[in-house]
């Protein structure tokens, strides 16, 4: 029983994509890495994900472990797993329970079909014009540029000190204050993330 448990923790570590099973036809999961800024201070956390397309839409089924209890963080689809992160879409929060784990169901387009586009620029509303990272009045035009990386973040830097990590100010929650980065898909190539092979 020992070498089968351990046998199981090495398939899990694995950077790609694998049949799901139980969770649904066509449902895929994958693993997430700690970020390289937070290797010091969390060095135990981790991510699973589970994506089961339903049609229309994907189930993403977000399991995370290994962090500070009872905090919030902010996850996103990303172009690129580390700095420079490109474009990038603030999908929700996960807020972790009393044993630093959390979990959530967000309903999206999670598939080789996720992309961003802007034929041309044009003026954007401006609700947060103070801070480090104040909104930009207007979009760049942008082609059509498919985001298939996945991130997540502590929703302060106050909440990133508290555990020990950089309390870096990055713009990665609804105010644009949030904390550094916590788990990534960079166990993917950049140009291969893990989106990519999920076929609606």
Request: hydrophobic share 40%.
């Amino acid at each position: 029983m020992k070498k089968l448990f351990v046998l199981s923790v090495a398939v899990l570590t694995v950077s790609t994509v694998t049949w799901a099973g139980p969770k649904g036809a066509g449902a895929v999961s994958f693993n997430m890495m700690v970020s390289g800024g937070a290797a010091a201070c969390l060095p135990y956390a981790t991510g699973t994900v589970t994506i089961t397309p339903i049609g229309p839409v994907e189930y993403m089924d977000v399991n995370v472990s290994g962090l500070p209890p009872n905090t919030e963080f902010d996850f996103f689809v990303i172009q690129l797993p580390t700095s420079p992160f490109g474009l990038s879409w603030y999908q929700g929060d996960i807020e972790t329970d009393d044993y630093g784990q959390g979990s959530q169901r967000f309903i999206g387009r999670f598939s080789i079909e996720t992309f961003t586009v802007a034929p041309g620029s044009g003026p954007a509303p401006v609700v947060h014009d103070d801070g480090p990272f104040p909104d930009a009045d207007q979009n760049p035009a942008v082609n059509p540029l498919h985001m298939y990386h996945l991130g997540l973040w502590f929703g302060s830097p106050d909440a990133a000190a508290g555990a020990g990590c950089a309390s870096t100010v990055t713009p990665f929650n609804g105010d644009h204050r949030a904390g550094i980065q916590v788990l990534n898909t960079g166990n993917f190539r950049d140009d291969q993330g893990p989106l990519s092979q999920v076929i609606p």
